[in-house]
């Protein structure tokens, strides 16, 4: 799920940044265009964690900016089919759910919801048991299986199932004792 790699990327700078703190603002562009986004390679960006080493810049010609290769260490966020993870949900509907761990937002069919739960429209719709004892609904963790996973150039999504062992509902902050 989670991944210590080391990537490279093209950056390319305005001359106005040129001078003694060049490598300052290429470090804080980095940061600025390349932590949060999706790689579909690799998965999401969490976080830069260390700057291996910034080579020497080239000058473009006719703009003036030049373009200095960077290689550094950063933190991946990768789901992977086959694994177990703790989401919050965020939207209930009549086709299944979805459920929202980190960036990732993961669809759970009602055909891979356990067969003895059922949708209870109305105001704050939810999936729950016949005696209400287990409900799903908007901002409740649960527990699931990634089943599938589809990658895009800048995103990735998940299909998940909560119908095996040990998997549902953790907890449920939309109820109150």
């Known amino acids: 799920m989670f991944f210590h790699m080391i990537l490279e990327r093209n950056m390319h700078l305005h001359p106005r940044h040129f001078g003694r703190d060049l490598r300052d603002k290429l470090i804080t562009k980095l940061m600025k265009d390349v932590e949060g986004t999706c790689n579909g390679r690799h998965g999401f960006i969490v976080a830069i964690t260390g700057i291996e080493s910034v080579d020497k810049g080239l000058v ?3 703009s003036g900016y030049a373009t200095f290769p960077v290689k ?11 694994e177990i993870v703790e989401a919050v949900v965020s939207m209930v509907n ?5 459920a929202e761990a980190g960036p990732v937002q993961i669809f759970i069919s009602n055909h891979l919801i356990p067969d003895d739960m059922e949708l209870q429209l109305g105001d704050m719709p939810n999936y729950s048991t016949s005696d209400g004892s287990v409900k799903i609904q908007k901002d409740c963790e649960v527990r699931l299986k990634i089943i599938g996973t589809r990658v895009d150039a800048t995103e990735i999504f998940c299909i998940g199932t909560i119908k095996d062992d040990f998997l549902g509902v953790i907890s449920d902050s939309g109820q109150t004792s």
Do not use: A, E, I, S
Not at 72 to 82: H, I, N, T
């Open 94 to 98: 009549k086709m299944g759910f979805f």
């Open 60 to 62: 473009l010609d006719g």
């Open 72 to 82: 550094y260490q950063c933190v991946v966020f990768r789901p992977f089919k086959g």
